[in-house]
């Protein structure tokens, strides 16, 4: 059966009951349920095809429905984040996709309502009154068809020169099925592969590529054809009529659901980047 999914917690599903090597476990917070697994093994890899580390997903209400009261869900995002990433140290965070396509534009979307605050120094930052915030860089570097350069060329280059701590990487992700669509938010310590949701891998950003440690974020925005067909089969063989083609299935709501996926993801690595301010203070500064 054909299956091409980002998301880790599939990968279990579709792996069966076989758990050696792979820790999970289960939550309900506040009405998101919060889904922590750890692929322990390089055994536990290859039966799930995801790299060794932790993954987390969490699952909310679909972002196309109320969206007027998210606190609680950003602070339970950011609570999970701020679980992988590094106390102290700058951060550089990285929008990874096209703009020009809706359902690829997360990742620039969620960069662009992130606070850059590396440049906020000295008696600047003491006479707005900011002088406790942490250092912060961010980028959408576009894609390898507008630029001619690869997006791992151009993070390595950034690392060189700004030396962060950590990498946040955001990004749109596949699903093998539409319920994931929307209301589904992946935080992962492996890293992640620019392009992989639709079948065109590039260099991954990872801890092994890049020396230092790579967080990947990404909601599902496509789920690939093939895998849709072979999901709402009942036995798994039924005849695949995309043989031979590359088609991506996206929600008719998916300017909605990417806006406000943004928004959220955004908010929430501001949140677990600026520890000295509030919700509401943060919320002003990007208003």
């Given at each position: 059966?054909?299956?091409?999914?980002?998301?880790?917690i599939e990968s279990h599903q579709i792996s069966g009951s076989d758990n050696e090597g792979i820790g999970f476990e289960s939550e309900n917070c506040r009405?998101?349920?919060?889904?922590?697994?750890?692929?322990?093994?390089?055994?536990?890899?290859?039966?799930?095809?995801?790299?060794?580390?932790?993954?987390?997903?969490?699952?909310?209400?679909?972002?196309?429905?109320?969206?007027?009261?998210?606190?609680?869900?950003?602070?339970?995002?950011?609570?999970?984040?701020?679980?992988?990433?590094?106390?102290?140290?700058?951060?550089?965070?990285?929008?990874?996709?096209?703009?020009?396509?809706?359902?690829?534009?997360?990742?620039?979307?969620?960069?662009?309502?992130?606070?850059?605050?590396?440049?906020?120094?000295?008696?600047?930052?003491?006479?707005?009154?900011?002088?406790?915030?942490?250092?912060?860089?961010?980028?959408?570097?576009?894609?390898?068809?507008?630029?001619?350069?690869?997006?791992?060329?151009?993070?390595?280059?950034?690392?060189?020169?700004?030396?962060?701590?950590?990498?946040?990487?955001?990004?749109?992700?596949?699903?093998?099925?539409?319920?994931?669509?929307?209301?589904?938010?992946?935080?992962?310590?492996?890293?992640?592969?620019?392009?992989?949701?639709?079948?065109?891998?590039?260099?991954?950003?990872?801890?092994?590529?890049?020396?230092?440690?790579?967080?990947?974020?990404?909601?599902?925005?496509?789920?690939?054809?093939?895998?849709?067909?072979?999901?709402?089969?009942?036995?798994?063989?039924?005849?695949?009529?995309?043989?031979?083609?590359?088609?991506?299935?996206?929600?008719?709501?998916?300017?909605?659901?990417?806006?406000?996926?943004?928004?959220?993801?955004?908010?929430?690595?501001?949140?677990?980047?600026?520890?000295?301010?509030?919700?509401?203070?943060?919320?002003?500064?990007?208003?």
């Amino acid at each position: 059966m054909f299956c091409r999914t980002d998301l880790a917690i599939e990968s279990h599903q579709i792996s069966g009951s076989d758990n050696e090597g792979i820790g999970f476990e289960s939550e309900n917070c506040r009405g998101m349920n919060i889904h922590r697994l750890n692929i322990k093994s390089e055994a536990a890899a290859k039966r799930l095809n995801k790299p060794p580390g932790k993954y987390i997903t969490i699952e909310s209400l679909p972002l196309t429905d109320n969206f007027r009261d998210i606190k609680e869900q950003i602070c339970t995002i950011a609570r999970e984040l701020s679980k992988l990433i590094p106390e102290s140290g700058d951060a550089l965070v990285i929008g990874i996709g096209n703009t020009d396509i809706t359902s690829d534009a997360l990742g620039p979307l969620s960069a662009g309502a992130v606070i850059a605050t590396r440049h906020i120094k000295g008696e600047l930052a003491r006479s707005l009154g900011l002088n406790s915030f942490r250092s912060t860089a961010v980028i959408s570097p576009g894609v390898l068809g507008k630029t001619g350069i690869e997006t791992g060329e151009i993070v390595l280059s950034l690392i060189k020169s700004l030396s962060p701590a950590v990498v946040i990487a955001v990004d749109s992700l596949a699903s093998k099925s539409v319920s994931h669509l929307g209301k589904t938010i992946q935080l992962s310590d492996s890293g992640i592969s620019p392009g992989s949701g639709i079948g065109n891998d590039r260099l991954s950003l990872s801890r092994k590529s890049l020396g230092i440690p790579v967080i990947g974020i990404g909601i599902p925005t496509v789920v690939d054809a093939r895998t849709l067909v072979s999901d709402l089969s009942l036995d798994g063989r039924l005849s695949d009529p995309y043989s031979g083609y590359e088609l991506m299935v996206t929600p008719k709501e998916i300017d909605l659901l990417v806006e406000r996926g943004s928004k959220l993801i955004g908010m929430a690595i501001n949140c677990a980047l600026q520890k000295s301010y509030s919700f509401e203070d943060l919320a002003k500064l990007i208003s």
